[in-house]
């Protein structure tokens, strides 16, 4: 299996500008989440879903933040309009049921 | 409040030492994860426990977990450089399926 896969690695976008990062999850996991990394806050979860239906949003920043899954190997998240203080590591993961959660490579944006 | 609290947040250590790393944590699940992430990586399933009692070894990392007292330790055993890493211990938001609470981590250093 080739993992959890995300893309693009790197994004760098002007302030303002929209910002989709896309997550492939392993197959057959249910469930899949999206993190932010920073030096500042740590890793904070975002949202998280299980079998492609959002569970927890609560972590998600503000309204600019959201997050769609529309099938069981795809899930997005968006940044509209995006702001320097979103730049930071976007990761995605998946897991099934409650097992361990596996990594993607990461998003790293920067906003300027 | 959940919470997963890890000390020390920061280890400098010889190689060839000795160190635990502990991992106290609030949730009322009996499932304690340890990952390791290196500088500009994204994160690696080091360790899963399921139960009280439970202890895992991998080379040199031995981990435990005690769920009465709400205790995790990843024990390091005579310390090499390719160790240095920062480790984060989680567990389950209890009631949350698979949504897993960070620890800050504990970002080890092993100088020659």
């Known amino acids: 299996d080739a993992g959890v896969i995300q893309s693009p690695r790197h994004e760098v976008t002007e302030m303002g500008q929209e910002v989709t990062l896309r997550c492939k999850p392993i197959?057959?996991?249910?469930?899949l989440f999206w993190y932010r990394q920073t030096m500042m806050r740590g890793l904070e979860l975002l949202i998280y879903?299980?079998?492609?239906?959002?569970?927890?949003d609560s972590g998600m920043p503000e309204d600019r933040f959201s997050a769609k899954m529309p099938n069981a190997s795809f899930s997005t998240l968006k940044i509209q309009p995006s702001e320097p203080r979103d730049s930071a590591v976007y990761f995605c993961?998946?897991?099934?049921?409650?097992?361990?959660?596996?990594f993607g490579p990461g998003t790293r944006l920067t906003v300027t | 409040e959940l919470k997963v609290e890890q000390n020390p947040l920061f280890l400098s250590m010889q190689e060839g030492k000795n160190y635990t790393i502990y991992c106290n944590y609030s949730?009322?699940?009996?499932?304690l994860y340890w990952y390791r992430q290196d500088p500009g990586k994204s994160l690696e399933s080091l360790f899963v426990?399921?139960?009280?009692?439970a202890v895992k070894q991998e080379g040199r990392l031995m981990a435990s977990l005690d769920t009465k007292a709400r205790l995790s330790t990843l024990h390091i055993t005579a310390a090499v450089h390719d160790l240095s890493a920062t480790y984060f211990c989680?567990?389950?938001?209890?009631?949350?399926?698979?949504?897993?609470?960070f620890g800050k981590g504990t970002k080890l250093s092993v100088k020659p």
């Open positions: 993961a998946s897991s099934f049921l409650w097992g361990e959660q596996y």
């Open positions: 197959s057959g996991h249910n469930s």
């Open positions: 879903f299980n079998n492609n239906v959002p569970i927890d």
């Open positions: 949730t009322t699940s009996d499932r």
């Open positions: 426990l399921l139960s009280n009692g």
């Open positions: 989680t567990s389950i938001h209890g009631g949350s399926q698979g949504n897993l609470i």
